[in-house]
């Protein structure tokens, strides 16, 4: 079967750094994505990895390894409007979709 | 104006009455989906559809059905709806693309079955 597992909820200070991670047991792997979800809104595309190593976007980097079926989702210099939920979601054999619960992440000053 | 929009945003019933979400895309995507979000759960794909004459049950499928009217239309229907089905529904579109993947999402529609 397949299960995907994350962090029900982390709290940060602004400007530190961050890392939610995700872990994952699948028969099969086509890709990793992470999304950002602020409250009451819909989910936004934040990055996808599906070869080892680490992605970077500005101040967000996604890191892969799929031996250790392990993805963490880093965000620097975090600032007040990165309150949000960040899912993990891993898409299978049939090129489907499966997701985490999400990990709230709270910002404090 | 968004690129993949839901109607209607709320909508409060009681158990039994046909509830039907709508979803519209110009994005121009051939893809599109109907998830359900709870409270600590991952999102649950409902229904796929990859082209107009193509539809797909996903892992919750039961107790709903869904319409590709055209390919920038995709209906979810809620033939009798029941507590339980009270949830947060987005409707979410992507290209055939699958090195990417990537969904667009509607901004959702929050259902309250009384």
């Known amino acids: 079967g397949q299960n995907i597992d994350q962090p029900t909820e982390m709290t940060a200070t602004e400007g530190a750094i961050v890392q939610i991670n995700c872990t994952y047991q699948?028969?099969?792997?086509?890709?990793l994505f992470w999304y950002q979800q602020h409250a009451g809104e819909a989910p936004t595309f934040l990055s996808y990895?599906?070869l080892d190593g680490l992605e970077e976007k500005g101040r967000f980097s996604s890191f892969l390894s799929r031996s250790k079926g392990y993805s963490y989702l880093l965000l620097k210099e975090l600032q007040m409007k990165d309150s949000a939920s960040y899912l993990c979601?891993?898409?299978?054999?049939?090129?489907?979709?499966?997701w985490g619960a999400g990990t709230k992440l709270i910002i404090k000053p | 104006d968004a690129d993949v929009t839901q109607t209607p945003r709320n909508r409060i019933t009681k158990t039994g009455k046909r509830i039907m979400l709508e979803c519209s895309q110009t994005?121009?995507?051939?893809?599109m989906y109907w998830y359900r979000q709870d409270p600590g759960l991952g999102l649950r794909l409902i229904y796929y559809?990859?082209?107009?004459?193509?539809?797909n049950k996903g892992e919750i499928s039961d107790g709903y059905s869904v319409s590709r009217q055209a390919q920038a239309k995709f209906s979810l229907s809620l033939e009798s709806a029941i507590p339980n089905q009270t949830a947060l529904y987005f409707c979410?579109?992507?290209?055939?693309?699958?090195?990417?993947?990537?969904?667009?999402f509607g901004e959702g529609s929050r259902l309250t079955v009384l």
């Open positions: 979601a891993l898409m299978d054999s049939n090129y489907q979709l499966i």
């Open positions: 994005k121009g995507h051939d893809r």
């Open positions: 990895n599906v």
């Open positions: 979410a579109t992507s290209e055939p693309n699958r090195d990417t993947g990537e969904l667009f």
């Open positions: 559809s990859f082209d107009v004459k193509d539809i």
């Open positions: 699948t028969s099969g792997f086509n890709g």
